[in-house]
Each structure stands twice: as C-alpha cells, then as structure tokens.
C-alpha cells in the first residue's frame, strides 16, 4: 500500500472521528448565572447583641445573629443539559454559594469557642440539579423525572423549596445549618430549591397529573427518613379558568420524630413516665386552588388547604412544644387559605405598564405550648413565597395572618418599581405570661437554635413591613437590582426586643 493511499486513509479516519465527536456534542447545552449581592441588615433580631459572633476567617462584623450584619454574597450556577435521545435527556447543574472574605463555615462565639455553620468550605461547589427526563416513558402521555430537580406546584404555598427555612427535614436538630453554605442569618437568600424526587407526569390535556416522591432527610439508619409523597392534578377549565387539587404527605420516621422523652402522666403531677415514641411524625395536606382571568386586565386566585396526621411532642425538634401532660404525641389539624390579586391598570394609565394587587394569607396558629388535644398550627411544609423579605426571616410561615398590598410601574422602558407593605397579624396571641406580663422566650420561626422573643401576652399585631424593589435590565443578559426593606414590630413585641429592622440588598446577575 503507498504512502499516499495510507495518508488518505489516515485522514479519512481523522475526519470520521471528529464527525462523530460533533454528532455527540451537538445538542448539549451550556447556561448558567451569577448572582453578586452587596447587603446591609440591622436589627434583624429586634435588639443589640453585647458579643455578637464573628466568622473565623474575616475580622467583620457579619456573622450569624446580631444586631448588624453586612457584607458581599455570590451565588454561581452552571447547567449542562444534554438530549440523549428523541424522548431521554439528562441535567446537571452545579451551585457555589458564598459570602466574600470566609472561606471556612465557623464562627467565634461570646465565649470563644468555634461553632460549625455547615459542612465542608465555602469555596466547595454542590450538586444543585441531577436528572433524567424520560418522555414518553412505557405509555406516550407519561413523562418520568428521576433526580435531584427543582418542584413547584400553584403557588408554591405548600411545594417549591425544599431549604424552606421554616423547621423541616433535620435543618435544625443540632441547631447548625446542616448542608448550609450561608449563614443561618442570610439562608434565606439562597437559590438552592431542589428536592431528591421521582416525579411520574401524565398529561392529558387540558389535564396533569403529577404523582412525587422526595427523599428530604436520610442517615444510614434504617428508621430515621424524612420523605415527602403526593399527588398534585391541575385541569384547565377553558382559556380563564384553572383548577389544581393536591394531596401531600410528609413523614418523619420513628427514629427522627420522637426521642425518649420524660412526661407527665397526663396531668397527675408527679408521677412520671418514659415515654419512646413508636409514632412516625406525620402531616397530611389536601387542598384546592383556583385561579380565573375572566375579567379583563384582572387575575385572581383562591387556595384552601387543611392538614392532618399526627406531631410527636420533642422540644429537640419543635422548640415551643411543651413535653407535659399531652402524652407523646397530638393529632393535627390545621388549616390555610390564601386569596391573591392583580389588576393591571393599562387602559387607565396609558403608559409606565402599572400594576397594582391585594393578597390574603391565613395560617392556622397553635396556642403557645399549647396542650389541647389537637395541634392546630400550619406547618409550611416546603412553602416558596416569601424568599428575601424581613418578616420571613423573623417569623415562621405559620399562626399568622398577612396581608399583602403590592404596586409595581416602569418609569423608563428598562426599569421597573415595585412597592410592597404587608401587615401581619398573629392567630393565636402567645400567653403564660410570667409576673411581667410577658411570654418569654418565643421561638418565632420554629426552628431550634434561631433567636428567641420576649412577646406580650395576649397580643396580636406582629408588625409592619415595607419593601421597595428597582431592578434595571442593562442589557437582555445583564440585571441590576435594588432591595429596601423595613419591619416595624407591633404591640405582640415587648419593648426589649422592638427595633425596626432594615435591610439594603444591591445585586447584579448576568444570564449566560
């Protein structure tokens, strides 16, 4: 065989390969965003520190809790996804988030004493997105989503992030962030949402029907799971009209649920008893929503949603249970509604696209160490509603009701206000008041190891708050953004801890 001939060959080789090497890379797709965040918060926790915690690797001020916190965040994405097939693809997608100047997630305590934040750096990249989609899946109107992937259903009042930071899954047994990159103090602002899910979806249009099943907590014990399971079927009606019906439960297995904890034999006093829980800690959602557009310019929504199951008492997971006289565990029954609004006022003001929408939100409370038979508090499940606002960080998505009255315009044709106040109203006014009249000690959010109150017994008002929100899209890629926020305790706060709240978030965020 000639030089020549084998060269040609050579390149015939080289050519066939490369061809082949583009074929399997050209419907891969390459996305992702940063996010940079420059903020201020002060009196988050509604009164001074007198030694505040700092971080062990920067000598500032921003910490966990205290009275002022500030600094730089970023939050860096990127998403690969890649079409395997006519009906199977496939995404991943990778997540940092971080404050600027910490590479370790610790602090220094008042006593000086190092206290973990997280695990690992905060350098460290996780995995936020890992799935396979699979169309078409044994039966044509069957789509299977297997994988760590993002959930959201209505509204996202009862699904929509699963490091809600109200108390679920294990966030706060040990009173440290678990999985957390960002300080307990800012966890709020993080975009991680995903669920560990199989998600099967049926649709049938105008019908969908999605069955789920999440793995939100798991050790190598075999009796110690959080998992989540339901159903969510969303029918649309004609042009202006949808209707959603949803079952969901989430279990706490035995092993997480109930600790051996000591007890009152049912209000005799002094006998005792040790009591092991053999009960899984259990909430059942079923509800309804609603949402038309019938009338012009007008969109609005209705949701109702009870909960039932049963809450094991541990005051190790449910900081504001009481471990007396009401045995080991209640049954639940609790209940939410939620109404929301917008109407658009375009052919009343010609120009600057205003808007202006009233939301209600009811959450059932449960009494303050209450000891009736049944718990009657809304447990949030893994609500996504309420994401950067100061109340949220304070309070807990339960015993309350808010009302929310919103207005947004575009002044210039690449900037947008918004304004909104919410006014929000406790269900159930915290009582055993002590000889100051006072019920001391309210863990507002439910979640073990957050800062505590000092409330007035028998009030309601839980404050005010005031956001204003400008974002500036610089170009199609390129957004800058500016949050103003204000909360205003009500007469539920006892003096000692009733400081306005303020927070100032600047933020760029370039989409590639």
């Known amino acids: 065989m000639s030089k020549r001939l084998i060269l040609v060959l050579a390149l015939v080789f080289a050519f066939g390969i490369t061809a082949v090497a583009f074929a399997e890379v050209q419907n891969v797709k ?26 062990v690797s920067s000598p500032a001020t921003y910490n966990q809790y205290s009275n002022k916190i500030n600094g730089f965040l970023s939050h860096i994405r990127v998403r690969v996804d890649a079409d395997l097939t006519d009906n199977v693809s496939a995404t991943v ?3 940092n988030e971080r404050m600027w100047g910490s590479e370790y997630n610790s602090y220094i305590d008042s006593t000086g004493t190092e206290v973990a934040v997280g695990k690992g750096n905060s350098t ?50 040990t009173g440290a962030s678990a999985g957390q990159y960002l300080p307990r103090s800012l966890d709020d602002l993080t975009l991680r949402k995903s669920f560990d899910a199989i998600r099967a979806t049926l649709n049938y249009d105008p ?6 099943f999440a793995r939100i907590d798991k050790t190598v014990d075999d009796n110690d799971a959080v998992d989540l399971w339901g159903a969510n079927a969303n029918y649309a009606l004609n042009n202006d009209t949808t209707l959603e019906a949803y079952y969901w439960l989430k279990v706490r297995q035995k092993a997480g649920a109930g600790a051996a904890v000591t007890y009152n034999n049912q209000g005799t006093g002094a006998e005792q008893r040790l009591i092991q829980s053999s009960h899984d800690d259990t909430t059942q959602t079923i509800g309804a929503r609603v949402a038309y557009s019938g009338v012009k310019n007008t969109n609005l929504g209705l949701e109702v949603a009870g909960q039932f199951g049963e809450k094991v008492n541990n005051t190790t997971l449910y900081p504001d249970d009481i471990t007396s006289d009401v045995g080991g565990y209640r ?8 109404f929301t609004s917008m109407y658009n006022l375009a052919d009343i003001v010609k120009k600057y696209d205003p808007t202006v929408g009233f939301n209600y939100t009811l959450l059932s409370g449960e009494p303050y160490k209450g000891r009736g038979k049944h718990y009657s508090g809304w447990d949030p499940m893994f609500e996504n509603q309420a994401q950067g606002t100061l109340f949220n960080k304070i309070m807990g998505y339960s015993n309350a009701q808010l009302i929310n009255v919103t207005a947004a315009a575009k002044p210039w044709e690449d900037v947008k206000v918004a304004l909104d106040w919410y006014y929000i109203r406790l269900m159930k006014a915290y009582r055993d008041a002590g000889a100051d009249g006072n019920a001391s000690s309210i863990d507002l959010t439910g979640v073990v190891g957050d800062p505590t109150y000092t409330m007035k017994a028998g009030k309601k008002t839980l404050g005010n708050e005031l956001d204003a929100n400008i974002t500036y899209d610089y170009t199609e890629d390129v957004q800058f953004g500016l949050n103003l926020g204000w909360f205003i305790p009500g007469a539920a706060f006892d003096e000692q801890n009733k400081k306005t709240a303020t927070q100032v978030i600047g933020s760029m965020k370039v989409t590639f």
């Open 207 to 212: 019908l969908v029907v999605d069955a789920v």
């Open 331 to 338: 049954s639940r029954r609790a209940y939410a509604i939620q």
């Open 30 to 55: 390459v996305s992702g965003d940063i996010l940079m965040q420059g903020l201020n918060r002060t009196n988050i926790i509604l009164r001074e520190n007198s030694a505040p915690p700092r971080l």
């Open 124 to 173: 460290d990249v996780q995995l936020d997105l890992a799935y396979v989609t699979a169309k078409e899946f044994l039966y044509s109107p069957l789509t299977l989503t297997v994988g760590r992937q993002e959930l959201h259903f209505g509204n996202d009042l009862i699904i929509g992030d699963v490091d809600t930071n109200n108390l679920m899954s294990g966030h706060g047994i």
């Open 93 to 95: 997608r990778l997540i």
